[in-house]
């Protein structure tokens, strides 16, 4: 079968929706200019389509922007904003590679959230749901690791990040910050996408995070995605 969805194609995973039909793409994405179709794709009420790769990158960004804010930075997203400088904290660094990702000033910024909640606004509901409930649990579970010394085996992030950065910047984020990030994380989980495959910055968080295992999470992959390919 020759798909025409880029992500079909790959056999990514792709969300249970009622936008169109597998495999016949309904638009380009605004990040990385993939062609997907309605299941590997959403468009949100702000002007941009994003394949459901770059969806995990939004969150994470997202997680970026907030902590941004909340050192004084703009509080809204408009066109031309100059780029942020955070105060220079520990983890302030990956907080602003995070925010890059959709850098300011851009017409990809004015896809950032200000929280999951509105994240999961027209995306369905059972995949929505089974986000954030799973990145609740992972909040706790992060927290948890980073209310104390990390373990001196944790795993080091391979990318130009140490885990100790990781965890600090962890730390800079507001709860909801902090589940908009644990949300990229699941959903990288979920699409089993090879961390190599992810934005530097995404990366680090998704290996910092993986020895916290979120059981359940395997078995309702089934229930809200579907498979693609030809297997
Ligand atoms: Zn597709
Ligand atoms: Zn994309």
């Known amino acids: 079968m020759a798909a025409d969805c880029w992500l079909c194609r790959r056999a990514v995973p792709a969300v249970r929706n009622t936008v169109g039909s597998l495999d016949h793409p309904i638009g380009v994405c605004a990040k990385c200019n993939s062609l997907c179709c309605g299941h590997h794709g959403h468009r949100s009420s702000k002007p941009a389509f994003l394949c459901i790769l770059c969806d995990a990158s939004l969150k994470a960004s997202s997680a ?8 004084g930075g703009l ?3 408009q066109l031309g904003a100059p780029a942020p400088v955070f105060e220079p904290a520990a983890g302030s660094r990956l907080a602003t590679a ?10 990809l910024a004015r896809a950032v959230v200000g929280s999951l909640e509105e994240w999961a606004r027209g995306r369905p509901a059972a995949f929505a749901e089974a986000i954030q409930r799973f ?19 944790w795993p080091r992030p391979g990318n130009g990040y140490s885990s100790a950065e990781v965890a600090d910047c962890w730390r800079l984020l507001d709860p909801a910050a902090k589940r908009l990030l644990a949300a990229a ?5 979920l699409l089993q996408v090879e961390p190599a495959e992810l934005p530097a910055a995404l990366r680090a968080v998704v290996e910092f995070a993986a020895p916290l295992e979120l059981p359940g999470l395997a078995a309702w992959r089934s229930d809200v995605l579907e498979r693609t390919g030809d297997d």
Do not use: I, K, M, Y
């Open 135 to 153: 990145a609740d649990e992972l909040v706790r579970l992060l927290d948890r690791v980073v209310a104390e010394p990390l373990p001196a085996r």
């Open 64 to 71: 970026g922007w907030r902590a941004w804010v909340n050192q």
């Open 75 to 77: 509080s809204t997203l």
């Open 98 to 107: 995070l925010v890059e990702l959709f850098p300011p000033g851009s017409e």
């Open 185 to 189: 994380v699941v959903l990288v989980r």
